[in-house]
């Protein structure tokens, strides 16, 4: 097998920028869902995660990253592929752009607690124009958070890396160092991870979407990156599903991932691109043709299973780069699929 496309999805919830190689680390792909929006409700002021599940209008928004701004830093350019809001600015209307910093200074930037998943993390408020620029997109009130300096620990037992397992058998432990701060044995010791929902990266196979197509929605083309993964490889030499046991990859010479729990999915499959809306038609229907026989994780009966969650594998704990073309290869299997257990979700 090879790696056939990279992903990297600097703002949670909005399209993914394609990458030729990346570098990769503890917490994924670099740059990778660092920045997250909240959805601010009027009633209670209580935050509410902006994804596509919930705000299909993120399918809207597409960023690049630029490197060597006029101010010599590098930035997230997004631009909103949508219609101009209503009593827009001029500039709105042709395709109006906001530009972010890709490594604000956090000095300058006041702290919020945030949540997702029931793993909280202390984040940094972007401000007001940002804030303002999608709201008005979204139409609810949204502000732009970056994590910074903060992280989020990772739950249950089986979504850990193997090396992590000993150290975790009692995962309330190491949760409440994350909470107070005062993590032991070291700044990196125990797993933490960005705004990913539940792990750093996500492995997908082109032989399991090819029979997505084929199978389950009679020739109808749905495209990977509704998926959303960070790796894809193509599948050659393993069966359709075959992910489903795969325990650990090596991709190129050395560099090992470790492959830790199930992805099951959401209606966000069932987003129009084009539209920001729920698909009509066939495309309006992924998610329930998979429902037909992928719901294969007895920790989330409900919920159909494609992809693997990944963590960089324990000894390279300074990062590896891979690029698309790398040689894939299946390492070590689990006898049987590992069970959802994060709690709550």
């Known amino acids: 097998m090879k790696v056939s496309a990279l992903y990297v999805y600097p703002i949670k919830g909005l399209r993914g920028i394609g990458l030729e190689s990346a570098e990769i680390g503890p917490q994924g792909i670099r740059h990778d869902r660092r920045f997250m929006l909240y959805e601010v409700q009027a009633t209670t002021s209580a935050l509410k995660k902006i994804q596509l599940d919930t705000h299909p209008a993120c399918a809207l928004f597409q960023p690049q990253i630029v490197s060597g701004s006029q101010n010599g830093d590098s930035e997230i350019v997004v631009r909103f592929l949508g219609d101009p809001p209503q009593n827009g600015r001029p500039e ?3 395709g109006d752009s906001m530009s972010v910093p890709l490594e604000p200074n956090l000095s ?5 607690e945030v949540d997702l998943h029931g793993s909280p993390a202390s984040a940094y408020r972007m401000g007001d124009s940002y804030d303002v620029w999608f709201s008005r997109r979204f139409g609810v009130q949204t502000i732009l958070v970056y994590l910074g300096d903060g992280r989020r620990a990772v739950l249950g037992n089986t ?10 058998r009692g995962w309330i432990t190491p ?3 994350y909470i107070s701060g005062t993590r032991q044995g070291g700044e990196d010791s ?17 032989s399991s979407l090819q029979d997505v197509r084929d199978r389950l929605l009679g020739g109808h083309l749905v495209e990977m990156y509704k998926f959303r993964p960070n790796i894809v490889v193509d599948g050659q030499s393993e069966d359709a599903w075959a992910e489903d046991f795969w325990a650990e990859l090596r991709i190129g010479a050395e560099n090992t991932l470790q492959l830790t729990g199930n992805c099951v999915r959401c209606v966000s499959l069932n987003v129009d691109y084009k539209t920001g809306k729920p698909a009509e038609g066939e495309e309006g229907n992924v998610l329930k043709r998979l429902m037909k026989d992928r719901r294969v994780d007895t920790g989330s009966k409900w919920s159909p299973v494609f992809g693997r969650y990944a963590f960089l594998g324990g000894r390279h704990s300074k990062g590896i780069t891979v690029a698309v073309g790398d040689g894939v290869e299946v390492t070590r299997r689990n006898a049987e699929r590992t069970v959802w257990d994060w709690p709550d979700l």
Do not use: R
């Not at 300058?108 to 919020?112: C, E």
């Not at 979504?159 to 975790?168: F, I, M, N, T, V």
């Not at 125990?190 to 082109?206: G, K, N, Q, R, Y």
């Open 159 to 168: 979504l850990l890396p193997k090396a992590a397992l000993g150290q975790q």
């Open 108 to 112: 300058t930037l006041d702290k919020i």
């Open 92 to 94: 709105d209307e042709n």
């Open 190 to 206: 125990t797993p933490w991870i960005a705004f990913s929902d539940v792990a750093p990266l996500l492995v997908a196979s082109e």
């Open 175 to 177: 949760l409440s160092s």
